[in-house]
């Protein structure tokens, strides 16, 4: 089936850092990718979606200069994280959706940020 | 304003008993709804999805219901496997394509 590859798993970052996130659809091409965001019990929260060449469009409330979104193909998308803060610690997540292959997911990244 | 609902934020059911997990919505231009199950610090996992044009969908152990004039469908796992314990989510897809994701709903299978 399809793959999406996410990393890394987990990061641990000192405060006013930037930490980059990427993720990679394997085996088939992604028309779009999204990013969720996910706080311990709580639902996963879009942040973000994202097309191949054209900028990021960003769900109410969440600070497009903070998280970077580049889609610089249709296999690879990043989201970074920029002077990052301890309210940043968070479940990241990210899926790919192509026509033929729906919604694939990654495994996530776990950001700390101390 | 949270579209998509699952009132119950947990359940326990015995082992081969049937679960019956529930999710709300508000917005009719939802056009396809999907559930997934979920471990901690893991992405969720695909489990059975379902057309607005249909009411039912069947995939082994996993049947998804779909009530459309009341904004609600269910999800029935049965029998219930204690393999079957994690965090169930709903999701709904609007007309943009993005999954909007219900609030979770923790399953405990008991042996």
């Known amino acids: 089936g399809a793959v999406v590859s996410q990393h890394p798993s987990r990061v641990i970052c000192k405060s006013g850092t930037s930490v980059k996130i990427e993720c990679r659809s394997l085996d088939f091409q992604a028309t779009t990718m999204f990013w969720y965001r996910q706080f311990p019990k709580q639902s996963l929260m879009l942040m973000a979606t994202s097309n191949e060449g054209s900028k990021a469009t960003y769900e109410q409330g969440v600070e497009k200069d903070k998280f970077l979104i580049n889609h610089a193909s249709l296999t690879l998308s990043t989201l970074t994280v920029t002077s990052a803060h301890p309210e940043d610690s968070s479940f990241y997540i990210c899926?790919?959706?192509?026509?033929?292959?729906?919604?694939?997911f990654g495994s996530g990244t776990r950001l700390t940020v101390v | 304003d949270q579209q998509v609902k699952q009132n119950s934020p947990s359940l326990s059911v015995q082992e081969g008993r049937i679960s019956i997990l529930n999710c709300d919505y508000t917005n009719s231009m939802f056009d396809y709804f999907l559930w997934y199950k979920k471990y901690p610090a893991e992405g969720p996992t695909f489990l059975i999805s379902i057309s607005s044009i249909k009411d039912k969908n069947e995939d082994g152990r996993f049947t998804v219901f779909l009530n459309k004039s009341a904004k609600h469908l269910s999800l029935h796992i049965v029998p219930s496997q204690p393999g079957d314990s994690a965090v169930y989510f709903c999701?709904?897809?609007?007309?943009?394509?993005?999954?909007?994701f219900g609030t979770g709903t923790l399953l405990a299978v008991q042996p």
């Open positions: 999701a709904a897809r609007s007309p943009t394509n993005k999954l909007i």
């Open positions: 899926s790919a959706n192509s026509f033929t292959q729906g919604y694939t």
